[in-house]
């Protein structure tokens, strides 16, 4: 019996390393390997076997070669669902006696991705902003085709079954075709959820004492948990209030091109040569726009006039609220500038050959925007010019942000 338990570990072990192998020992695929192959010598050789235990070995193990991991997104939501797949999943089970064998095993399938998802549900909220509504249909679909991926997978490296090829081709393709399909459905994902570290710990011990209270039985720990879920409430709520009521301008750092979104409430006016289908756009402005849950957006060129709301930009000035700059860009090439009084900023775009000293003395203003669109070279004069002057230089290339708020 021993003996039959050796083979096993040893046959399965070099199963899910091979596996990995094949894979090309993608970190997530590494870490999952050594995650199972622990708590699999756990159970083979230990006498007292502690699920729990294992897990934090496991833990344990990975951390001491990289502590860094406890960082990691994936390290993360890995361990914490298979925690929820320990403490849940049994007593998720246990609601529902099914007497039929396969709807038992349907059942007990919907167990293990309720408890999955429960468990992740506020990490996920945190770092990917969303959640899926269909995942329960999306888990179930998906647990027949991947083991036929993964036992034709291995079938296809042997050299005399090509003839499986197509098969293993076709079955990749429908899955993906039906997980589309699932994905595109109406209302599939609830999308621009933002929520904060205070808010994620909230919520965190929110669901875990409801869960353990429900276990339980615990009047206490429930109380506790309806406490902290209006604690985080209050917090959504007051982030909600600040949105409404937010006014600020945000010079983005691109690469090559420039923008700047000038929000009030949950509308913004988009001033950029990005397009809505640019991944510039989609990388690095909507994420931001997102987070402050701006819901109407307006694109315009620097190069149009254009008078909305709070927003005036005519000629080479821009007006929004109390907040005034002077545009210097490719239309000032070569040009005397016959400008005087105070400005908020200048915004130095579009790789001017306007001599920046030349600027009227008269004029006066708090600090310098130079954006990614102007030359290194260029970038270096300016900020150059910027400090002689003492005037605050803010450089957008290989930079943070700027951003402006106002006063209401």
């Not at 039959?4 to 596996?19: P, T």
């Not at 904060?196 to 011990?205: F, V």
């Not at 290194?376 to 605050?392: C, L, P, Q, V």
Request: charge should be positive; include cysteine.
């Amino acid at each position: 019996m021993y003996q039959k338990r050796i083979g096993a570990f040893i046959l399965i072990c070099s199963l899910i390393w091979s596996y990995s192998l094949i894979t090309g020992l993608s970190p997530s695929v590494v870490r999952a390997a050594i995650m199972i192959s622990i708590f699999i010598t756990a159970k083979t050789f230990a006498r007292n076997k502690n699920s729990y235990n294992t897990l934090a070995f496991a833990a344990f193990c990975q951390l001491i070669y990289n502590p860094f991991l406890i960082w990691d997104v994936g390290f993360q939501l890995s361990y914490i669902s298979v925690f929820g797949l320990i403490y849940l999943q049994p007593k998720i089970y246990k609601w529902i006696y099914v007497k039929n064998k396969w709807l038992n095993k349907v059942w007990e399938l919907v167990a293990i991705s309720l408890s999955a998802q429960l468990v992740t549900f506020p990490l996920c909220i945190y770092y990917f902003h969303q959640f899926p509504v269909y995942f329960l249909l999306g888990n179930l679909f998906i647990s027949i085709p991947l083991l036929l991926i993964m036992i034709v997978g291995i079938a296809v490296l042997a050299p005399f079954l090509d003839i499986i090829f197509p098969i293993f081709e076709w079955i990749i393709v429908t899955t993906n075709s039906v997980l589309k399909w699932i994905a595109d459905l109406p209302y599939s994902t609830f999308s621009s959820v933002w929520i904060n570290l205070t808010e994620l710990i909230l919520l965190s011990l929110a669901l875990g004492f409801f869960v353990y209270a429900l276990a339980k039985l615990n009047k206490k720990f429930l109380f506790a948990s309806l406490l902290i879920y209006i604690g985080y409430i209050s917090m959504i709520t007051y982030d909600d209030w600040n949105a409404v009521h937010q006014k600020k301008i945000i010079f983005f750092t691109l690469r090559k091109n420039y923008a700047a979104a000038f929000i009030t409430g949950h509308e913004a006016i988009l001033l950029t040569d990005l397009s809505k289908d640019d991944r510039n756009y989609q990388f690095f402005i909507e994420p931001a726009l997102e987070q402050s849950q701006i819901n109407n957006i307006n694109f315009i060129s620097i190069k149009q006039d254009t008078i909305l709301h709070h927003f005036v930009k005519k000629d080479n000035q821009i007006a929004f609220n109390n907040y005034n700059i002077l545009l210097i860009d490719e239309n000032m090439n070569y040009k005397n500038l016959a400008v005087s009084g105070t400005f908020a900023s200048i915004w130095l775009t579009g790789n001017s050959k306007f001599k920046i000293e030349s600027l009227p003395k008269e004029l006066k203003c708090r600090n310098v925007i130079i954006d990614a669109t102007n030359k290194d070279y260029k970038i270096a004069a300016f900020k150059t010019f910027a400090e002689n002057n003492k005037i605050e230089p803010h450089v957008l290339k290989k930079n943070r942000a700027y951003l402006v708020y106002l006063t209401q």
